[in-house]
């Protein structure tokens, strides 16, 4: 399993054409990503469903990262959705909150996966979810990290502290601390101008600090953002990524109310809100828990390559693409294969929605255009879709919709 996990990792990874340098950070990335890397996924489920238009008939292919997405579409109510992932990390993530949807009850449930840090959950997890997981899934809880702890033990330490993504935020934090700032100032904030003003006062000036700005000039250290090195210059567009970087971190910490967005208490507390009305994903939202448990069987997750899933697929078979940013990851090559297989499986009216690190869409000019020919840019819905996404990190959302 180690090989093929490596493999498809890999293969997904590492550009074979370009440098030596560059396939060493390539690798190095591929290194670093096959364990976990994102606890929570970060692109906003809301701001996807919307562009979406998810109806009972559809049927939705995803990339699984966190699982936290493919289980909030299920408050759309499609009729399926195919869940497809490279990292073993992430398929026992998936699979382990997927028992936790199908067996806690509410208030198991928020203590397990939204507050993720009580000793209690270790009795959930032995009781309650260990006995119906599969054995690759429960070898992988009950294993150990590099530092010989019970891997399931980030759940009551705080799992959105672990991964890739969790130490980097750490860092971030760690920074900040060592600048006098408390990112939490933030959360405390009564209203979006008082956002604005603990940004520019107090966190915005960090990111002109020389350390920063060396740090940040090198592609290594997004890392554990899961920005692998083929994203670095489309995310820095020709400018200081410290620039960037600072302007991505402004809109997550000013344009939207910190009130209704879980990914700013992700970002500046290191896990959700713990009061009754702390903002949640909505397949954690107390609402909406019977309707995702009792569709939950439509969800079928897989540990395999996207393209070679839809490769297998029937023509006509989906109608809902979501990409996330793995593009930004492709040669034109595996571009023009992958979106070959979406336009041969695709329905009457499908659409495709990706995020790139860049602000523009990235296929015209690397995908030919015979076969973009078959599908309608949506710049407004695109550009409108950008602007909700509360998770911010990105620079654009995209939409593509099959024509005729």
Excluded at 34 to 39: E, P, S
Excluded at 166 to 178: E, M, N, Q, R
Excluded at 262 to 282: D, N
Excluded at 393 to 402: D, Q
């Amino acid at each position: 399993m180690t090989t093929s996990r490596s493999r498809l990792i890999e293969g997904a990874v590492v550009r074979e054409e370009t440098s030596r340098k560059a396939r060493l950070l390539d690798k190095a990335f591929a290194m670093a990503f096959k364990g976990l890397v994102y606890a929570q996924i970060w692109e906003d489920p809301v701001a996807d469903m919307e562009a979406m238009q998810i109806t009972p008939d559809s049927r939705i292919i995803t990339i699984a990262s966190g699982g936290c997405n493919a289980l909030s579409y299920l408050t759309a109510n499609p009729a399926h959705i195919t869940v497809i992932d490279l990292n073993t990390a992430h398929i026992a993530l998936n699979n382990l909150k997927h028992e936790a949807v199908r067996r806690l009850d509410y208030a198991d449930l928020r203590r397990f996966i939204a507050e993720a840090d009580r000793p209690e959950n270790l009795a959930l997890y032995r009781d309650q979810l260990a006995p119906h997981l599969d054995e690759a899934t429960r070898r992988y809880w009950e294993g150990r990290d590099l530092v010989g702890r019970r891997r399931i033990g980030a759940f009551t330490r705080g799992v959105y502290r672990h991964g890739l993504l969790g130490g980097f935020i750490g860092t971030a934090h760690l920074v900040a601390k060592i600048y006098k700032i408390d990112l939490n100032e933030i959360l405390e904030a009564d209203t979006l101008e008082d956002q604005r003003r603990v940004f520019d006062e107090r966190i915005a000036p960090v990111f002109e600090r020389p350390m920063i700005r060396w740090l940040t000039k090198h592609p290594a250290s997004l890392f554990g953002l899961g920005i692998p090195p083929a994203q670095y210059d489309a995310l820095a567009g020709g400018h200081r990524m410290a620039d960037v970087l600072r302007g991505r971190l402004e809109k997550l910490a000013c344009h939207f109310p910190v009130n209704d967005n879980y990914f700013a208490w992700q970002a500046f507390s290191r896990g959700y809100g713990k009061g009754v009305e702390a903002p949640l994903p909505p397949y954690l939202q107390k609402a909406n828990l019977p309707q995702v448990r009792e569709r939950l069987a439509r969800l079928d997750l897989r540990h395999a390559n996207f393209t070679h899933v839809l490769a297998a697929a029937d023509a006509a078979s989906y109608d809902r693409y979501v990409l996330l940013d793995a593009q930004d990851w492709m040669t034109d090559a595996q571009l023009t294969e992958l979106w070959g297989e979406i336009t041969r499986t695709a329905k009457p009216g499908a659409r495709v929605l990706f995020r790139t690190a860049a602000e523009p869409t990235l296929l015209p000019g690397r995908v030919p255009q015979h076969i973009l020919e078959h599908w309608d840019y949506r710049t407004e819905e695109s550009n409108t879709a950008t602007l909700a996404d509360r998770s911010s990190i990105y620079g654009g959302v995209h939409l593509y919709v099959l024509k005729g």
